[in-house]
Each structure stands twice: as C-alpha cells, then as structure tokens.
C-alpha cells in the first residue's frame, strides 16, 4: 500500500515546510439545529467529539490563532500553519462579507499560509465560491464538504437534510473554479450493505476530488443515534478493525488513484465514546491496515506463480 495521506499531498504544495492545521471555531451553528431544516442536528453529530480545546468561539480568530501555535511550536519552531473553519457548518449562519473578514484575519497572521473550510453541500454561496477562486489564486485554499454518504436512503435516514445530488453539484461547481475539494464520508451508516459502502468508492471517484477523509461509524454520546442505539441496538452492525481494514482495502481498490486518503479513522475522546471500543490508536490501525495489504499483495504474488 502505498503511502498517500495528508502529510504527502501537503507537501505536493508546500515541499519544504511543517504544514500543521489549527482548527478554528466562529461560533456557526448549522441548519439541522437552527430550524431551518431541521432540530437536533445530524443523528450522529456531538461537536465536541472533533473540537480541540483552542477552537473558542469566544476568542477571536487571532486569538484561537496563537493558542493553537502556542499548542503546536514545541514540535517544529519552523512550523507553518493552515486555519481550519472546522466546527459545524463553517459557512453558515454569517454573510459572505463577515465570512470575508475571518478569512482574511486569519491570513494576516504571518504564519498562516492557507486556509481549509469545513461545510455542508448546501450551505456554499456561490459569491463566496468566486472569493475563494480569487484567493485560491495567492495562497493554499481547500473546501471540505461533508458528504457522508453517496446513498440519498442513508442521508434520509440519519438526517443530513441534502441529498447525494447536491454533494455532488457543489463538488463539480467548486472544482471548476479552480479550487481544491475534500469530502468527508462515513462507512457503516445504519441500513447499508457492503456493496452499497463499497459503491461510494465508485461515486467519488467519478467527481473531481483531491482529498477524502473516511471514517468509521461511532456511536457519540448526547445524539439521536446514542438514544437509538440504547433503544434499538440491533439497527447497527459494527466491524471489528480487522474486518474495518480489510473494507478500507476493498475501498481503496475501487477508488480514484487522483483522490488522496486524509485518514480512514477517527477517534473520538474515550468519555463520549459508546461504541465500537476499539481501544486503538490512528497510528495501530493505520499498523494494521499496511499489514493487511502487505498480506494481500504477497497472496496475490503467490497466486500468479
């Protein structure tokens, strides 16, 4: 298996740098939970599994800035840093003009040199898609979207409020102004098949995508999937990490070699936890998954003889 993460495509951009990301919170919400379509939010979605402590939505943006490199420096003191508008639906809820001036206050710190965004497919104007163009054009700019899944029933059912359709408009429309697209997706949502987990692969890589970041069902405390789960646990299938690993190869084969792997895991804080108790770290599972392919690459050798 050949190495292909986010260290390796940063450096396609940045080839003689420490490239770290800061995650930053500007206090968005998100329509699931403001009303607009929806209560409650995503039935998977706890916030605080994903947010670092720095990310404040009190503190402005130069302030979050400095602590998160306060966080970081001890590492690398030469480290250059990316802000991330991770928390929630980034682009939503201010307008494009208030968005502007985040953007823009950020890039003014001099070791900020680019700028990620986290959103939904439904919640990208598309005067903010011509700013970013623009400014696609002097410094490091990627849009993530939160994708999730490629099956409309799966979105239906875990309450994403868009359908496959429009993570798959804004991808192409966001790419052909020039600028960099991520997706998040999740493998093991409640209701599909392998085949169907499988068949994302297929979908994604028919859409002009840079990177994806794939991670495996968790049951988060204080969500309406938790309440199901406690209600209804024989909804959810989940995979031991063997059998996850051997999905993520089977996914990879199916998938783009243009698309690069920002991760296939994610961990969520042991004390929101509530299923599956992997007890493994990022750097075990992605162990495992090079032993995996190790191992089918040698049984394929030895079947071709």
Same mark, same amino acid.
């Given at each position: 298996?050949?190495?292909?993460?986010?260290?390796?495509?940063?450096?396609?951009? #940045?080839?003689?740098?420490?490239?770290?990301?800061?995650?930053?919170?500007?206090?968005?919400?998100?329509?699931?939970?403001?009303?607009?379509?929806?209560?409650?939010?995503?039935?998977?979605?706890?916030?605080k599994a994903f947010s670092p402590a720095f990310a404040n939505a009190?503190?402005?943006?130069?302030?979050?800035?400095?602590?998160?490199?306060?966080?970081f420096r001890y590492k690398y003191p030469s480290m250059r840093y =990316?802000?991330? #508008?991770? *928390?929630?639906?980034? *682009?939503?809820?201010?307008?494009?003009?208030?968005?502007? @001036?985040?953007?823009?206050?950020?890039?003014?710190?001099?070791?900020?040199?680019?700028?990620?965004?986290?959103?939904?497919?439904?919640?990208?104007?598309?005067?903010?898609?011509?700013? =970013?163009?623009?400014?696609?054009?002097?410094?490091?700019?990627? $849009?993530?979207?939160?994708?999730?899944?490629?099956?409309?029933?799966?979105?239906?059912?875990?309450?994403?409020?868009?359908?496959?359709?429009?993570?798959?408009?804004?991808?192409?429309?966001? @790419?052909?102004?020039?600028?960099? $697209?991520?997706?998040?997706?999740?493998?093991?949502?409640?209701?599909?098949?392998?085949?169907?987990?499988?068949?994302?692969?297929?979908?994604?890589?028919?859409?002009?995508?840079?990177?994806?970041?794939?991670?495996? =069902?968790?049951? $988060?405390?204080?969500?309406?999937?938790?309440?199901?789960?406690?209600?209804?646990?024989?909804?959810?299938? #989940?995979?031991?990490?063997?059998?996850?690993?051997?999905?993520?190869?089977?996914?990879?084969?199916?998938?783009?070699?243009?698309?690069?792997?920002?991760?296939? $895991?994610?961990?969520?804080?042991?004390?929101?936890?509530?299923?599956?108790?992997?007890?493994?770290?990022?750097?075990?599972?992605?162990?495992?998954?090079?032993?995996?392919?190790e191992e089918r690459e040698r049984h394929s050798v030895k079947n071709?003889?």
């Amino acid at each position: 298996m050949e190495s292909s993460d986010f260290g390796h495509f940063i450096r396609k951009f #940045f080839p003689e740098e420490k490239i770290q990301k800061i995650t930053l919170n500007i206090g968005s919400t998100c329509p699931n939970r403001d009303g607009s379509k929806g209560r409650g939010g995503c039935t998977y979605c706890n916030n605080k599994a994903f947010s670092p402590a720095f990310a404040n939505a009190q503190a402005s943006i130069s302030e979050q800035i400095k602590k998160g490199i306060d966080f970081f420096r001890y590492k690398y003191p030469s480290m250059r840093y =990316l802000a991330y #508008f991770q *928390t929630y639906t980034s *682009t939503y809820g201010r307008s494009v003009e208030e968005l502007i @001036a985040l953007y823009e206050e950020a890039l003014q710190h001099p070791l900020i040199v680019g700028i990620i965004i986290g959103t939904r497919p439904d919640c990208m104007p598309g005067e903010l898609l011509n700013y =970013l163009s623009e400014l696609s054009k002097k410094v490091f700019v990627l $849009v993530e979207y939160g994708v999730e899944s490629t099956s409309n029933a799966s979105l239906e059912r875990v309450k994403r409020g868009h359908t496959w359709e429009e993570s798959r408009n804004i991808i192409q429309e966001t @790419a052909r102004r020039g600028i960099l $697209v991520g997706a998040h997706l999740i493998l093991g949502l409640p209701g599909e098949t392998y085949e169907q987990m499988l068949n994302h692969a297929r979908e994604l890589s028919s859409l002009p995508l840079s990177l994806l970041k794939v991670h495996q =069902l968790q049951i $988060v405390a204080h969500t309406p999937m938790a309440m199901e789960y406690a209600n209804h646990p024989e909804h959810f299938e #989940f995979f031991t990490p063997e059998e996850y690993a051997n999905l993520c190869l089977d996914f990879l084969e199916l998938l783009s070699p243009l698309i690069t792997i920002d991760r296939f $895991v994610s961990q969520t804080p042991p004390e929101l936890l509530i299923a599956p108790q992997w007890k493994l770290k990022n750097y075990a599972f992605t162990a495992l998954l090079r032993k995996r392919a190790e191992e089918r690459e040698r049984h394929s050798v030895k079947n071709e003889k």
